[in-house]
């Protein structure tokens, strides 16, 4: 009876908990007979869960937390035994027990250390895994560099971090890259549930390494409990409290290394605690991280205009770049309570917070023009899982997640004494009120180039619907690098664009896992998330593209499957059903919107039609094969429909926004008609296991997408000859990836470690991101239709702008212990030293070369120069009683290598646009900056120039004689021009020097 009930229950049951627990297996047999052992007792340590061992010995313990757990079996008339096993997360490890007979009086127990297998048997699907100790001392800065160690993973930074504006937000091209899929293609879990931001569909919720007890990069293959991605899951588990006391606190600086290297102002502290608070009944574990930096994005070459010069990676801070600050703060706190009924609760909160200023190249000097961006999220994840039976042969248990999550984000102007001046000089004493009254800029440091408090904006709680009558920043006065005009903005004026984003959700998701018998192992659930997002952007100076939407969508999905465990073959099958509801009213005609509807003035309205957006539905069926032909070697298949929902904005993007607002064509419309964007996958890979400590994993795959999102023209005279053409987001852009992984593991033995990992792919498709097209190539007019029609889009496939051929990541780790070489004087000094080594190389991007945006090839026919990175860190522990004082030094780059990110699209060269000479041959010296009666052209004495501005004419007069000729001033301007094509952003990271200390217990 209970079977069927339980297969009942399951076909009906809520929410999908994502894979945050491992499952343990194995037998206890007499170690001296080798005869089973009915009914002995298998616990695990320091919580309520356990099993008996049923008639042939065997046992099973479902949902055992994350990481190092010690595993107690126990039978009356033998000896305790104790194992010491990391249980990994979605996958079964096998512990088995030899007990030994033992006089009853006698109590003993026999501590034993499990490795986790090379080769995991019922693993289906493709994966990296990062535990919290290989980690710890990886020579890296964050969870986000982690991650990109993995196989077909990298991070997109391109056209992402301190550029960023409205459109390359909007963009939506700044993420991982997982196996040639575009950023939003990938979608991250914390604890079971997802913190991925449905409008954008990016992640804006950092993790500190400290909080991760796990980290799994899934790149294929992923079964139907996950959703909300097409190529990749990032499934994170934070660490609980555990049985004993531990923490850390950890501070790191380049302060220190100025005399070695560049100093950028980068300082970390990080801390942790966790430990029992009720033995055995409630852990709690708790960890923080700041970080702040006078430059926060470093490069390594290009124009810097704080010193007029290409930078060189030495000297001073004087060559830290401006505009260019911020900070990042990180918090964790998780409590886990095991409950005498068979239960357990937890309680996890996440916080994070980036304020960066993004410095603008062509602001010159006048940084505080410059805008910024601060983002702020807040996670809570509440869960309980009930026991609801156990016997030897079955379990059931029911999980339940509840979940809130708040993205708030924001990209303006930040406050400072400097624009405050401005805009009272614009609008008069006391006329703009609180907005002038600034006595220090927005990113003054409060500690160690951190600010406490949040980064503040003019003008933050207006919306776009209020215009303000702004100084502009168009007029450009001659610059003080170059004395040149038009070159960089010299006249102090307001960037009147801004975007303010939020995102508040509350999520349900609910469990019931199975263990129906020895061999199928059934889940199934549903998960539902009520959502609000509150949209605006635009410029304060114009309705022009202004956009205001608040709507209230729902998404929900329901699965099934089950583990069919055979021993020597394991079967995944799954099907998922996805639901997207709009829950909103939209204009049955683009740009037509009903003053009912509308969030603007009523003057930017009127009366029109108005429909209700349609609800979607998908199925998506899974399937995943595991063989282990042997206990060295495992053969594993998967195939599955993938369906993601698009960026939620593109069903919102300006849907509330009239013609009388924003006449402009280049408005972008959202489409309440979109589908899901589906992706078909399949891959095959094998692992085997080469020695006793190294194991090779090869797999191939191949992923077609269908429908995903792209701006196209909609031909809006066809509805009313009076309309003209309207830019909405469609389902109309297809891609395929294929490729290989290869992965070579060396476990730790003989003091070191290894990984290797190398991807090869292509990732082809008929356009790279959403407004890849209409705002790159197609943005010229049609040349048959016409000034203000686009051109067609392609329909071919070609290389896709993320498309890397090759990308290889090596990781290397030596660890020496406390008595090695004992007795030695080498042995005195490298006893507890570290080093660890990670290397990237990663072939160049492609790109299309161009002039006056017509392309002179194919494309994407060219490609960047590769991209060569390696990062290491040098540790010494020294053990102090119970408390272990670690010294290190961090290098990032260490072989100082320029790499390039971005080139000029005419020459292919990062410095150099190609028509600098052309640009700078017909220089001038307005008449507005002589003295009366002047005439203008060359030569000019410096004699006849307006005083205010002698000094910055003064810079193009060569040799210094008081007089500028035609040539001088070309010379100059050409100089001025070659500055404007070495953007810094061309360029990665320069070497960094890093030193730090850290106390461990």
Excluded at 231 to 258: A, C, P, Q
Excluded at 584 to 594: E, K, N, Q
Excluded at 836 to 851: D, F, I, K, W
Aim: charged fraction near 20%.
């Amino acid at each position: 009876m209970l079977p069927g009930c339980a297969a009942l229950l399951l076909f009906f049951a809520p929410a999908a908990l994502a894979q945050v627990t491992g499952k343990v297996v194995g037998t206890v047999t007499d170690g001296d007979t080798g005869q089973p052992l009915v009914g002995a007792q298998v616990l695990v340590e320091g919580t309520n869960l356990g099993n008996v061992t049923n008639e042939d010995g065997s046992y099973f313990v479902n949902n055992v937390p994350v990481g190092l757990e010690r595993l107690m079996a126990q039978y009356l008339g033998y000896q305790t035994t104790t194992q010491e096993q990391r249980i990994l997360a979605g996958q079964t490890m096998t512990v088995d027990f030899q007990l030994s007979s033992e006089v009853v009086e006698a109590e003993g127990i026999v501590a034993m250390i499990e490795r986790e297998p090379l080769v995991v048997r019922d693993n289906t699907i493709s994966k990296t895994r990062f535990t919290a100790e290989e980690t710890r001392d990886l020579p890296v800065d964050d969870l986000e560099s982690v991650i990109e160690l993995g196989a077909g993973v990298y991070e997109n930074a391109v056209g992402c971090g301190p550029a960023v504006g409205v459109l390359a937000f909007l963009q939506g091209s700044c993420g991982f890259i997982v196996r040639g899929g575009r950023a939003t293609e990938s979608a991250t879990f914390v604890d079971g549930v997802l913190i991925t931001d449905f409008s954008s569909q990016t992640n804006t919720t950092s993790v500190s390494t400290f909080a991760v007890e796990e980290t799994d990069v899934i790149t294929g293959g992923f079964n139907a409990e996950w959703g909300h991605a097409q190529s990749g899951i990032i499934n994170i588990v934070t660490r609980e409290g555990g049985r004993e006391v531990h923490g850390n606190v950890r501070f790191t600086t380049d302060e220190l290394s100025d005399a070695i290297e560049q100093s950028y102002g980068f300082n970390n502290l990080q801390a942790s605690l966790g430990g029992p608070i009720l033995p055995d009944k409630l852990t709690a574990y708790g960890s923080f991280e700041a970080t702040g930096a006078d430059d926060f994005f470093p490069t390594a070459a290009g124009f810097n205009p704080a010193t007029g010069n290409q930078r060189d990676n030495s000297g001073s801070t004087e060559e830290i770049l401006p505009g260019n600050r911020g900070d990042r703060t990180l918090g964790q706190g998780k409590l886990t309570a095991f409950l005498p009924w068979d239960a357990k609760a937890t309680g996890t909160y996440l916080y994070s917070r980036n304020q960066f200023e993004n410095h603008q190249p062509g602001d010159g000097l006048n940084q505080f023009l410059s805008r910024a961006t601060h983002d702020k999220t807040h996670d809570v994840i509440l869960g309980y899982d009930q026991q609801i039976f156990q016997t030897g042969q079955r379990n059931l248990n029911l999980q339940i997640r509840g979940h809130y999550h708040l993205t708030r984000f924001f990209l303006g102007t930040p406050l400072s004494a400097a624009m405050a001046a401005v805009l009272e000089d614009h609008y008069g004493p006391g006329v703009c009120g609180s907005a002038c009254s600034v006595d220090e800029d927005a990113f003054e440091e409060d500690f160690l180039n951190y600010r406490i408090g949040d980064v503040k904006f003019f003008f933050e709680d207006s919306s776009t619907s209020t215009v303000f009558n702004l100084p502009s920043t168009a007029n450009r006065d001659p610059d003080p690098v170059f004395g040149q005009r038009s070159t960089y903005s010299t006249v102090p004026g307001f960037d009147a664009a801004f975007l303010h984003e939020t995102e508040r959700r509350y999520g349900l998701r609910v469990d019931l896992d199975s263990q129906v018998n020895r061999a199928h192992r059934a889940k199934a659930g549903i998960e539902w998330n009520w959502l609000n997002l509150s949209h605006s952007s635009g410029s304060f100076n114009s309705h022009t593209f202004a956009d205001i939407y608040d709507v209230d969508p729902v998404v929900a999905a329901v699965y099934v499957q089950d583990r069919l465990d055979f021993g020597d073959l394991v079967i995944d099958l799954g099907l998922r059903w996805d639901h997207w509801d709009p829950n909103t009213l939209f204009p049955a005609v683009p740009s037509h919107v009903d003053c009912s509807i509308s969030s603007l003035p009523t003057p930017l309205c009127r009366d029109a039609e108005v429909r209700q957006a349609p609800t979607q539905d998908v199925l998506a069926p899974r399937l995943g094969v595991a063989h282990p032909i042997t206990d060295d070697t495992q053969v594993r298949l998967s195939y599955g429909k993938f369906y993601q929902l698009p960026e939620l904005r593109h069903f919102f993007f300006s849907f509330l926004t009239d013609e009388a607002a924003s006449p402009n064509t280049n408005t972008i419309y959202g489409n309440p008609n979109l589908d899901f964007i589906e992706t078909t996958a399949f891959e095959a890979g094998i692992t085997h296991q080469l020695g006793p400590n190294v194991v090779l994993d090869v797999v191939g795959y191949n992923r077609d997408r269908r429908g995903a999102i792209r701006l196209e023209t909609f031909q809006a005279r066809a509805i009313d000859p009076t309309l003209l053409e309207r830019r909405i987001l469609v389902n109309g852009d297809n891609g395929n990836v294929k490729g290989f992984d290869l992965s070579l593991t060396k476990r730790y033995s003989n003091y070191w470690t290894m990984d290797l990992a190398w991807s090869l792919q292509w990732a082809r498709g008929t356009s790279s991101s959403p407004l890849d097209w209409a705002f790159g190539l197609g943005a010229a007019a049609d040349p048959l239709e016409g000034q203000g029609v686009l051109q067609a889009p392609p329909t071919q496939l070609q290389p896709e702008d993320f498309d890397r051929l090759h990308n290889i990541n090596a990781q290397f780790t030596l660890q020496l212990p406390e008595d090695f070489a004992d007795g030695t004087a080498w042995g005195k000094v490298l006893e507890n030293a570290g080093l660890s080594v990670t290397y990237n190389a990663q072939s160049g991007l492609p790109y299309t070369r161009t002039l006056a945006n017509r392309p002179l090839e194919d494309f994407n026919a060219s490609r960047q120069p590769w991209f060569h990175s390696g990062d290491l860190r040098l540790t010494r522990e020294f053990p102090v009683g119970a408390i272990d004082l670690v010294a290190f030094a961090y290098v990032r780059n260490f072989l100082n290598r320029v790499n390039v990110l971005r080139v000029n699209e005419f020459t292919g060269l990062p410095d150099r646009s190609g028509l600098e000479f052309t640009d700078s041959r017909n220089p001038s010296i307005p008449g507005e900056y002589l003295l009366p009666g002047v005439a203008t052209g060359f030569p000019v004495s410096l004699e006849d120039v307006v005083g205010e501005w002698r000094d910055e004419f003064s810079r193009q007069d060569l040799d210094r004689d008081g007089s500028i000729t035609l040539e001088e001033s070309q010379e100059t301007m050409f100089r001025a021009q070659m500055s404007l094509s070495n953007s810094p952003f061309h360029y990665g990271e320069p070497r960094q020097v890093r030193l730090g200390i850290e106390l461990r217990f």
